[in-house]
């Protein structure tokens, strides 16, 4: 278990262990079935890992009164996160994930487009079996701007013109905004979800920065890919806008020709003009922002605190 | 408008050109927005055109009573057909569908991913503003089973030594199921569902089957591709698994090896064999058996008389 999880299970929560567990149980039947290649796929996907923050925030914002509803959003919520992996793996023909070989590299692109379509449309089904339309709407919707977020990252590639707002948009889009579905749907009609759903899109966005910032600063060994990875595929993240702002050479660089050794190169520069702390710095700042708004929320104590942790685990996961 | 809709519509029904049209509206309506790329790719595939016969059936099947939900779930269904269209068209990376370039062709692989993973969300989303959760989980079976047979084709494809049995079983995944999908949803719970259900199913077989027909007949400026382009694609269907029964030179056609003049060739020993009449005669047995099912549910004459003038069509369109 990685550390969001594991820092809020030994924060010992009686309840949070067996619907997690459920969750599990739900992904893996879900995944399961649906003929011998598509089920097979579906569970290596599964099986692949995964951190599992976005169901662990359904479950903590539905609080100890989490039912069958909740692991079923929970499970829904992963699948469609899920879903996206293995489709952004078959457009960028990538062979590993989190070390393990990719659907697409398994089973070529159309076994894994139409695994990715499962995992899409299991996630609805479930959700509809918890009975809850505006939950199913709400996923769509989110759903809908992921796949807006992977598309503006494609169409924005390689361009180093573009800026900090369209930065932080795209992360929305691709990030952000499924972390505040989480904290919706896990909370549907409670009051406080507002404000749930504001810390959901801040812890979000804060792991997406340090993710980003992640990638610069590897080592490999921890991350499981080589440094500047993202510069290689011509995702300009936020360490690159904030360096090139303050390094005339960065803004010149050309990402388009850059390769391992360039890539290795451009991530020491960005390093150098301090662009990393002070993405950290950013992220650092939303995950305080957001564990303040926990303080509005009409929560026992139990409740904050767990929520406090998973918004510090997005931190120490980095640190 | 297709032959089965204008069959339809010429016969009277006073109040199904009204819900049609707002079907329509609510396809614009859907695909519009979520941001200018991805909506404009969702508006050209809708207005790329489709005969529209599922969310016919869907109308049809809910009768003189249909309501707002009907028309959601008519929307939803043709929805889910398009996203499967467009992620088919990445895979083939195929130029044209009924004349006008693809998505992939106009926005690239990422573009029509993203596009087919939008409408394939937007699908959940309109059918679950419809209230009916016994309904988003129909259509989420429905959207796995036809990811199902998409892949069973294409890991299906260039093998001859395949039967009909494998052959039908796959284009009931990708083609009956949705048809059966569209009956069930316009009619949830009202009596006879179980009989429109087996009515869809036969239609949506029988559609496939003189799809695969037409294929080889062809000719091009009506179908508007070339014949013998299943051949080509290595999609073996009904017409060449009968025709190879009765050839033997076409079982040891080797379709990896074929172009088009080959395909042709191809084509005309199919013809030769008898095999259309055949496969076509089985299509048509099954239009008949569909109408035949009509009979036992507690239509109104008026809806019987319309179901079964959309069974005609399909075949109409053919023959």
Redesign the interface.
Known sequence: MPPPVTAVLDAGAAWLPARLGETERLLEDTAAG??A??GADATATLNAGGKRLRPLLVLLCAGPGADAAAVRAAAAVELVHM??LV?DD??DDAPLRRGRPTVVATSG???A??????L???A????????D?????L???T??A???G???Q??DAFDLSLGRERYLERCRLKTARLFECACLIGRPRRPGAELLQRYGSLVGLAFQLLDDVLDVTGPPERTGKARGTDLLDGTVTLPLIEAAERDPELRSLDLAELDQAGAERACDRIAATGALESARGEALAMVAEAKGLLDDVDLDVEERRLLGLVADGVVERYS
Chains 1, 2 share one sequence.
């Open positions: 649906h003929g290649a598509l879903a996206t489709h078959v457009l692109r159309s076994g487009t139409a695994t990715g379509d499962l899409l449309s299991r609805f089904g479930l959700l509809a079996a918890a009975g339309a505006d939950a199913v709407r996923l769509s919707e759903s809908v992921l796949a807006r992977e598309l503006a494609r169409r």
